[in-house]
């Protein structure tokens, strides 16, 4: 066996390291590093991140409720007077009579009459 200045400044220990390291070739190539998962971890976060995000905006922005989906016309109408009946986008009131000026900030939108 060489002596420390033969072997180049590395000990036995390398030596034995280096031999271990070839016997277990053969293991190691069906291995994955674990380097290698570090980006998809990051891009599953990422996606997960940005879901919860999405998914929590879209429940503030509707007061707590789902989403409504596929809305039709009279649909829209009626978050149009939930809106100006309450004041709030998805709140619904069960009230007898209108608030105060309710009669005044109708949405009917004025049409010109063509004179011919």
Do not use: H
Not at 20 to 36: G, L, V, W, Y
Not at 39 to 67: E, R
Request: no cysteine.
């Amino acid at each position: 066996m060489r002596n420390f200045k033969e072997n180049g400044g590395r000990g036995a220990t390398s030596i034995v390291l280096f031999a271990a390291r070839t016997e277990n070739k053969n293991q190691r190539a069906s291995m994955i590093p674990f380097e290698a998962l570090l980006p998809y971890g990051v891009i599953i976060t990422m996606v997960v991140v940005a879901a919860t995000g999405s998914t929590v905006f879209s429940t503030l922005k509707n007061d707590g409720k789902k989403q409504r989906l596929n809305k039709d016309d009279w649909d829209r109408l009626m978050i149009e007077r939930d809106l100006r009946l309450t004041g709030r986008f998805r709140a619904q009131t069960d009230e007898l009579s209108a608030r105060p000026g309710f009669e005044l900030s109708s949405t009917w939108k004025a049409n010109r009459v063509w004179d011919d």
